[in-house]
DNA sequence: TTATATAAAAATCTCGAGATTAATTATTGA
DNA sequence: TCAATAATTAATCTCGAGATTTTTATATAA
């Protein structure tokens, strides 16, 4: 079950080399956006982006709509192209999707998940164990490494789920989150003991209580949402 | 409620003319894809389409990734471009992540809607009515008319839903439906009293009653599933 | 006959320039 | 001074042609 491409949809594997200039120009351009280096709510112009990424302007045009698959960038015609604007609303609304989806899909692969499945699962534990060890000393490639860990994490919980559909939906809410967890992971330290979080989803999981599993689970996703909210308004004034 | 885009994405209003090449093509080739002209699985050449719908080239790649974001398109690098494939599973996937999203979209509809919801709501019941009632002589236009009518049902019971993301995700996955229920109406006559079905649904939702209205709802849904369980296995089989 | 390697054909991907539209600045009139 | 209009600038959208890659067809050898 883990063999199978990234997402039912766009096929881009990105465990492998892109094998196009619009994928590779698109892989690029979603790293910087989820990482705040273009704002929510920016202007992406075809004509300054193609030298930065060095493409042509119609390729370019490829890889920002690649982009709004994902909802990280909007399109209006005749109007070209902006990141995807934040607020707490919406982070509010991501975060109880997210709820909704991935318990019912953590469910599910409690329930039909077989030993290749638990297998890989303790596997990207250990992996995520030992990035959270890590992560004392601030070190940036470490964060990246942990966010890379979290993600497998989470990915490899619900792997074993019977629909595509929620994942590929978790997919991309996840990637949603994952920029408001940078902002948040930035401004203000971490005080909750996430690795307990994490481990206590963890035996949860593997003891096949689904019930406690996936309470773990929501509560867990509703934190993320609270360390969101308390942050300071005036954060989420979209760029012009 | 009623006045915001179609999709907090895409931004492609589709009551108005569209503003761009791009967006003429993609809303024609995307008719055409659920209407079946293009086959589950055909190979979309863009050599061969450009002349089809009198476009360049890049336009009509432009139009195919965003078909991709509907996930009515694959696109694989270096290899061009696919129908998205239909199957009993994914039939089946589709109808289940619809019914725990529209229930739970349902339900806070029935808990927040306003005044205007309602008055929405009975207007595109009545206009689904008078749909139903014309559906008796079989005419291509009324078919078209009638499954205008149902979607615009579908998203007025929803349109109260707090969360964007799951109206988002609901009409994905409702366009991905309609796909397979063309092919049921097509192959097999209507057994069923579907306008009794929207009936029950609507006084229950009006009624506020939020575990009957999802009740009806989910075994809805899962009626049409039914239909497409009853059509005969080769009929699934992909076009090269 | 089957399999492998080579050559031809077709399709995709990529780019730069021209046409159309939106945004900005300057001008005019009240 | 402010508002409305016109001229200028800038950006988007669109297209066709060339460069790569994949696919198909052909030929050769076992």
New binding site residues.
């Given amino acids: 079950m883990r063999d199978q491409p990234a997402s039912q949809v766009t096929e881009i594997d990105q465990t492998q080399e892109p ?7 698109y892989l690029r351009m979603r790293r910087d956006i989820i990482e705040g280096i273009y704002a929510p709510g920016e ?8 030298d930065q990424y ?9 890889a ?1 709509l690649l982009l709004v698959t994902d909802a990280l960038v909007v ?7 902006r990141v995807a604007p934040i607020s707490i609303a919406d982070c509010e609304d991501i975060s109880h999707t997210r709820v909704l989806l991935e318990t019912e899909a953590l469910r599910q692969s409690i329930a039909r998940g077989d030993d290749a499945w638990e297998a890989a699962l303790v596997a990207a534990f250990h992996r995520l164990t030992r990035a959270e060890q890590k992560l004392c000393d601030n070190d940036d490639s470490t964060t990246e490494e942990w966010e890379k860990c979290n993600r497998a994490f989470h990915e490899a919980l619900i792997s074993a789920s019977t629909s595509r559909w929620i994942r590929h939906f978790q997919q991309i809410l996840y990637q949603q989150s994952e920029r408001y967890r940078r902002v948040s992971l930035f401004r203000q330290p971490i005080t909750r003991d996430i690795h307990a979080e994490h481990h206590a989803l963890f035996d949860a999981t593997l003891a096949r209580d689904a019930a406690r599993a996936s309470s773990i689970l929501s509560e867990h996703i509703l934190r993320t949402l609270d360390a969101v909210k308390r942050l300071p308004v005036d954060f989420f004034s979209q760029r ?1």
């Fill in positions: 094998k196009t200039l619009v994928e590779a120009a202007k992406l112009r075809v004509e300054h982006l193609k060095e493409v042509g302007a119609g390729t370019l045009r490829e920002l399109a209006q015609g005749q109007r070209g192209f012009a």
